[in-house]
């Protein structure tokens, strides 16, 4: 599959436009696409929005629905479980400023072009 069909079949299977926004920034940026979104974890009952199997890395793009402390308590325990399975799981704020976090994993997403 080439880059550009992996972008597009990421982007229809995308929950939301902020998940496509995502996308959008790590191809601007020259940077690695996940492979799987809305790939369900069984192990912890939770489905990330994008999956990276190599390096077993869930993102998450959270809404301003994650600002709320419920769904923000939700949210750790899904981390935790994760981390207790030797998955790593990054969160992506709807009001952040995305790239900053990018570029600090580039095992995850490579380097900027």
Not at 14 to 21: G, T, V
Not at 38 to 64: M, N, S, V
Not at 88 to 98: I, K, M, N, P, V
Request: glycine letters at 4%; one cysteine or more.
């Amino acid at each position: 599959m080439t880059r550009a069909e992996l972008l597009a079949y990421l982007k229809n299977r995308c929950d939301s436009k902020l998940e496509r926004d995502w996308l959008d920034t790590l191809e601007s940026c020259g940077l690695n696409l996940p492979d799987k979104a809305q790939h369900y974890l069984k192990c912890c009952h939770t489905k990330p929005d994008f999956w990276y199997e190599k390096a077993r890395t869930a993102i998450y793009i959270d809404g301003p629905a994650h600002d709320y402390p419920d769904k923000r308590k939700h949210d750790e325990e899904t981390d935790e479980c994760l981390e207790d399975r030797g998955i790593t799981s990054l969160r992506f704020a709807h009001d952040e400023q995305w790239v900053i976090t990018l570029v600090k994993y580039p095992s995850i997403f490579g380097t900027m072009k």
